[in-house]
């Protein structure tokens, strides 16, 4: 069953991805739009394309003719996954799905108005006078993020006036689409934020991963734990909502589900149709599978018949203080090495910027989440780049 696999977008997640591929014998084309991208590095081939001209990716698709397409970002011109599917080739998790999801309008528009799932209140802006009617609207402080983005690239809070501008810049600046528009969303002072890792299979049932929490700054996650402490019932609200909406979308594979948690009431947040950055802390062995290995399994058709929690993870990105043009040289991984039951990563990335996630430390063992979390910190904070 060796499937020939286009993988589109090649960062560190999509990396993890083609190791647990090729682990189960598969073949693996990784496109990305620049050279020596981190899952590049461990493909059969690579191609070097602007994914959202169309035609660029028409031509790698008739040029490789996949048998599976999984996309890995969101600056994908994902209309053309329609055709694709009537052409035979299995899109994952689905077309529906990527092109709803890529586009935070598209999939908050689709929660709230058809599948009356909870989200905080939200509206959309194309200009900077749109904007500013939106930001009366929905009041201060609130959110602003660009329709397409990753990392929390592009995301700032509105508490006054004189931020308006800013925020503006801020969004379109880091817009990975070509789409110049805006998600205006009510600021919620919430109790915590999950990440629920959701497995759809082909053959098998709908599966959950223990709930991981994090912590975000500059709208990019920082530290993620597994499992986050909470309420059965909230847990169980969460698991309806995540099952409701990927089961409306179709496919099968992994998705990220991220949801607000205010006083046990659930809100959605969003939503990624593949592995989840802040899932990096199941490299940590929380559990019988990682997000890459379950999503993996998921695509390829393979049953997961449970996900068991085997012990407490935390994980802590490795960030660039400082801005290189050519491969970096990490210092400390020795003293990092020294610290007991922690691990980590570096991902590979031919080239650093400030707050650039270039690794990621981790920790796990049976002892309290906090105490994990702040050893995870501490073995990031051993790592330097040169």
């Known amino acids: 069953m060796r499937k020939k696999i286009l993988l589109l977008g090649s960062g560190e997640l999509g990396k993890e991805l083609v190791i647990a591929l090729q682990r189960l014998g598969q073949y693996v084309i990784a496109v990305d739009n620049y050279k020596n991208a981190p899952a590049m590095q461990v493909a059969h081939e690579y191609e070097i394309i602007n994914m959202l001209d169309g035609k660029s990716l028409d031509n790698v698709v008739y040029k490789h003719k996949p048998d599976l397409i999984v996309p890995e970002i969101e600056s994908i011109r994902t209309e053309r996954f329609y055709d694709y599917e009537n052409q035979g080739i299995t899109v994952i998790p689905s077309a529906k799905a990527v092109n709803f999801t890529m586009n935070r309008k598209a999939i908050r528009d689709f929660a709230s108005d058809d599948l009356n799932i909870r989200t905080v209140d939200f509206c959309y802006a194309k200009t900077l006078s749109e904007l500013k009617k939106s930001v009366s609207l929905i009041g201060m402080p609130c959110v602003v993020k660009p329709l397409m983005s990753s990392s929390g690239k592009g995301q700032s809070i509105i508490v006054k006036e004189s931020d308006i501008q800013k925020a503006w810049d801020c969004a379109i600046k880091g817009s990975r689409g070509d789409i110049i528009e805006v998600i205006v ?12 890792l959701t497995l759809t299979q082909k053959n098998g049932k709908t599966l959950f991963c223990p709930p ?65 950055d802040t899932g990096l802390v199941t490299l940590a062995g929380t ?22 929690h085997l012990r407490n993870g935390a994980s802590s990105v490795i960030l660039s203080d400082k801005i290189t043009d050519y491969c970096p040289e990490f210092l400390g991984l020795e003293d990092a090495g020294k610290i007991r039951n922690t691990d980590f990563k570096i991902f590979g990335k031919p080239k650093a910027h400030k707050y650039r996630r270039m690794g990621v430390a981790l920790a796990f063992g049976s002892q309290d989440i906090s105490y994990l979390v702040e050893k995870a910190k501490k073995a990031s904070n051993s790592i330097k780049i040169k």
């Open 287 to 308: 559990q019988n599978f990682s997000e890459f290995e379950l999503h993996a399994r998921a695509i390829l058709g393979i049953p997961v018949l449970n996900i068991d």
């Open 185 to 196: 969303e009510q600021f919620i002072k919430f109790d915590y934020e999950i990440t629920l």
């Open 212 to 276: 991981i929490g994090h912590r975000q700054d500059r709208g990019d996650y920082q530290e993620s734990w597994q499992p986050a402490i909470m309420n059965n019932k909230v847990l169980l609200e969460s698991q309806k909502m995540a099952s409701t909406i990927t089961s409306a979308l179709g496919g099968f594979g992994i998705w990220g589900v991220e949801f607000f948690i205010l006083n046990d009431t659930v809100y959605f947040s969003e939503l990624s149709p593949r592995p989840h």
